[in-house]
């Protein structure tokens, strides 16, 4: 072998090798891209958080939800559950231009029927007492995440909770900001329509007479975030305790306010009553013509963002 060939040799040769070396580095890059690209997306498949229950692992992206009498948030964030809650056959009245073909769940979530409809996430009220099965029975089945009170108490810090899970923060903080300026909307136009004039309202059910205090329901946004005028009967009853009492009709025909909306099918026992009562015919509201009849309680009688967002523009519509 002469000098130029052994030169071209040894040329060739450590290009080969080079290029042996090259392939191997990019194959150890390409397997380590890979196995970052599966640990990300092994991180990105599920996530932890804080529960009434302490810590709970949860996926990130559920598909079916079941989130029984917190479909009102669900919906607030673009998402449709697996079931909806019911009793017997009354289920959420307002939620069902969204949920009308959506199958119901029992309140008490049967074992049975949540192990049937598969949810891959399940969420609970803080009060399992209310419920067929206990935590371990529901975990079993899904990871299960438990509201604390303050969650189930107030319905904007569960919306926030619910975006954190379902990785929506971004789309829970714009529907609370939207929310905001609803309601400022809301109470510049009352301010011209309604003024200082007081509102009451009452449920009317099985003939009995459930007068909302200052914080119970929608009353709470109307009183407080509306700033709309309290009657001194309202005043009177104080908070609103977890057990919703009835008030007779002789102490509400002492109401004194403005206008009273009353919530009740017109067939009502309780509402005939009202209507033959003298005592209560005599009162100013009902001589100044300032009662008003929804018969769908539903968004009046729930606390969340869809609910809230409906009754505010029932309530102005009616003093328009």
């Known amino acids: 072998m002469n000098k130029f060939m052994r030169k071209n040799y040894l040329f060739m040769l450590i290009l080969t090798t080079l290029l042996l070396l090259a392939a191997c580095g990019n194959s150890n890059d390409n397997e380590s891209d890979d196995s970052n690209t599966s640990d990300n997306t092994e991180e990105a498949s599920e996530i932890t958080v804080d529960s009434d229950m302490g810590e709970v692992t949860v996926p990130a992206n559920p598909e079916k939800i079941l989130a029984s009498y917190n479909e009102d948030t669900l919906i607030a964030l673009g998402e449709k559950p697996v079931a909806k ?12 231009e969204d ?15 949540v192990l049937s409809i598969e949810p891959d996430l399940i969420i609970l009220d803080h009060t399992l007492d209310n419920y067929e099965g206990s935590y371990e029975d529901y975990s079993a089945i ?7 009170e303050e969650e189930v108490s107030d319905w904007k810090v ?16 714009q529907a609370l900001a939207d929310y905001d300026e609803k309601v400022a909307a809301a109470k510049e136009e ?6 200082d004039e007081s509102v009451a309202m009452m449920w009317v059910v099985g003939g009995k007479y459930f007068l ?25 009853l104080g908070q609103g305790e977890e057990a919703w009492n009835p ?25 005939e009553a009202l ?24 968004n009046w009688t729930n606390s969340g963002l869809v609910a809230s967002e409906q009754t505010i523009d029932m309530f102005v519509d009616l003093f328009k």
């Open 275 to 298: 209507k033959n009562s003298n005592v209560w015919n005599n009162t100013d509201v009902v001589k100044n013509d300032q009662v008003y009849y929804i018969e769908d309680e539903s």
């Open 85 to 96: 809650w019911a009793i017997g056959e009354s289920v959420q009245d307002y939620l069902e």
């Open 247 to 271: 008030i007779s009709l002789e102490k509400l025909s002492e109401i004194d306010a403005d206008h009273l909306i009353i919530l009740g099918y017109e067939d009502d026992e309780g509402i």
């Open 190 to 195: 009352l301010n011209e329509t309604l003024g």
């Open 142 to 148: 899904a990871p299960t995440y438990v509201l604390s």
């Open 212 to 236: 909302f205090e200052e914080n119970r329901h929608s009353a709470n946004m109307i009183y407080n975030e509306l700033g709309v005028e309290v009657p001194e009967l309202v005043k009177e």
């Open 99 to 113: 949920l009308a073909d959506v199958e119901t769940i029992e309140w008490t979530l049967p074992l049975e029927q």
């Open 158 to 173: 569960r919306l926030q909770k619910f975006g954190e899970i379902l990785g929506k923060e971004d789309e829970a903080e």
